[in-house]
């Protein structure tokens, strides 16, 4: 069963003809800067228009942009997540979980990267949409703020579509893959064996992770790994 599909789509200068069937579950896409990645994303949320082919997918879609402040309101954090989550009552809960209720009554426009990462992603997830994406999940995130991120993608039982290039956070949530290359579909098929892919092609623009690089130099489980240093399991 897919969750999107994309049929001879293009978004002049930065999509050319592609064609994808993106299944349920969580999908990384991948790639250099510039590839493509946020484009697509964007078509999968609804928020950019194809200028030719068609895309196919759930209408509500709950999207972590690139830029996380873009989506901010104001006044306070507690404000602009209550907006998505139901109520401050549920927002304070969340911010609370996620170790953010310290922030609760700053504006959101004084958080660092990290903190609006969270902010961002909790105000996607939180009203539950059918699908949600998720772009440059790892950006601005200290160890503990991607373990936690992880545990939140493990624990959505919504289509999830990621892009970015930190392969060892995609080899722990992700169970399938899609690199682009110059707007271009590159490679596309199950984690594992992209991984594999990326290892041997060099021309794909990706650096496999310090996790996913030792798994592969011992012959181990790559995902295994990832999953470990993450600490979700699947």
Not at 218 to 232: E, K, N
Request: proline fraction near 6%.
């Amino acid at each position: 069963m897919y969750a999107w599909l994309f049929q001879g789509v293009s978004v002049w200068g930065r999509l050319w003809e592609v064609s994808l069937s993106i299944p349920t579950g969580v999908t990384a896409v991948l790639g250099a800067n510039g590839s493509g990645k946020t484009t697509l994303l964007k078509l999968a949320a609804r928020l950019l228009k194809p200028d030719k082919g068609l895309v196919i997918g759930p209408r509500r879609v709950g999207a972590a942009l690139q830029n996380p402040y873009l989506g901010f309101l104001g006044p306070t954090v507690a404000e602009d997540l209550a907006r998505t989550a139901g109520g401050r009552g549920a927002a304070l809960s969340l911010l609370r979980e996620a170790g953010l209720e310290y922030a609760a009554e700053r504006s959101p426009f004084t958080l660092s990267m990290g903190e609006a990462r969270i902010l961002s992603v909790l105000m996607a997830v939180s009203w539950q949409p059918e699908a949600v994406v998720i772009d440059e999940p790892t950006s601005g995130l200290d160890v503990s703020g991607r373990r936690w991120l992880a545990r939140v993608i493990a624990g959505l039982d919504t289509p999830v579509l990621i892009a970015g290039h930190d392969l060892d956070f995609a080899a722990a949530v992700a169970d399938w893959a899609v690199v682009l290359g110059e707007g271009r579909v590159r490679a596309e098929g199950y984690m594992d064996t992209i991984l594999e892919t990326i290892s041997r092609r060099p021309d794909l623009g990706l650096e496999p992770g310090p996790a996913v690089k030792a798994a592969l130099e011992r012959g181990l489980d790559p995902r295994c790994t990832a999953r470990c240093v993450y600490g979700v399991g699947r």
